[in-house]
């Protein structure tokens, strides 16, 4: 699995446990949106945005 | 089945498949291979579901948290918000709403044959707020012809916002070749004399972005951490139990942690397609460029957006309970989208600036809200699209270009001093227009840290 399929994974992941959350009310699944969140943006932009880095 | 039914029965679908669809067909028309066409098509309504969703749920999160603070501290406003959904419901109750399409369409392709656009606007979804423009001017002036006139208006105001963002929006989220269309932005008209000041203000014009905060302010920049720390106030305000304070902290912080997650479904559905199309004007047509006109989320990679329009819900709150006059207690419009897109256009993302300029323009919307609520209950009661609590009336607290609505309306009446605001406020609009036609990218003038010790 390359890098930016691994983030997309992770992205949809992401996606789902916050549907997943908001559905069934469990509002304590947020905090695994949050980790996961921050950590697409600490480590995931870059391969997620290139452009982003380029134009940096 | 009439006009209006079937026009309702394909909007009911939501922007999330009609965009994508109308994405998909532009993509086939300038040569993507069908399966990238689908691919960018199919992530475009990914992320306009993930962005509703999150949005929505911000919303849902924070309103009751927003009627308990009121509850609480005896705040009384009889005005009830029921935000864009409940203006676009009204709007589709009237009978004429689906000939915007048609208003739309035509003074589009005009322009754009005559080159007095390069945008495309692909954001058929937001017709309903021409239709509303048109709606509100015809109750209040009395004139259908003035409506629509105001309605077509806003068709042009809107394509040239299109033209004046497009650039800035590829230099600040690389998506080429989209632009935005809504009409919310149209508060950087009003916004921009006072922006214009703050360039004498040395303050202003240092690098206030996300990561520059970050630097001076560290972990507490983070929006998933603002988020959280808004979402425990507001439900400490409210006298919320320990357990739903911190589940409303929680849920504000994973909305602010989804957003960016949302925008790689953007950023894949967008960059493709931008290629495509700048690859096909270059083929096919000299000297021209065209952009395509788009529903606002597609900004949601930047985190000055949430930051604001997040640090604004309490402000919004305080500002319903202080400002004199008015009557609306924001609820279902708490998130007030054109503070933040309109600032973060105007400013390429400098939050000092969206900030200041969100405090001093947001007593507008409740005064706007204030102004509108009857005309907005009367319409409600007759298009019976909404429900109206006994005695109470309804509005909506983070209206689109209340200004500029007002000043049509009672323009529409002979009123000389509508008339005349009208016009400057047009020519507000022009002088904007050329000024991002020279500037397009506001951001390039704050000075980064570094820089500036040099």
Redesign the interface.
Known sequence: MNSKTR??FI?FI??AI??I??ISKW??L??F??I???L??RKG?SV??P??KK?K | MDWNSIVQAILGVGAQVLIPILIIILGLIFGMKPSKAFLSGLYLGTGFIGMSMAINQLTQTVSPAAKSLAKYTGINLPAVDFGWTGAAAITWGWTLAFVFFLVEIVINLIMLLTKLTDTMNADMWNVWGIALTAYMVYQISGSLIWGFICGGIQVIICLKLGDMWSKEIADMLGYEGVTVTHIEAFTAILMFPVNKLMDYIPLFNREWDASALKRKIGVLSEPVVMGAIIGLILALAGRYNIGDALNLSVTVGAVMAIFPVMAKFFMDALTPFGSTMSDFMKKHVKNRTFVIGLDWPILGQSTELWVTMVLMIPISIIFAAILPGNTILPIAGVINYCIGVGGLLLTGGNLLRMLVLGIIYEPLFLYGASYFANIFTKLAKESKAIKVPQGSQVSWSSIEAPDLRFLMAWAGKGNILAIGGLVVLLVLFFLLYRYFKKNPIPSIKYKHPTTEKN
């Open positions: 983030w997309t992205a992401t996606f916050f549907i959350a908001i509002y304590w947020n905090i949106v949050i996961l969140g921050l697409i943006d932009t997620l945005f452009n982003n134009r």
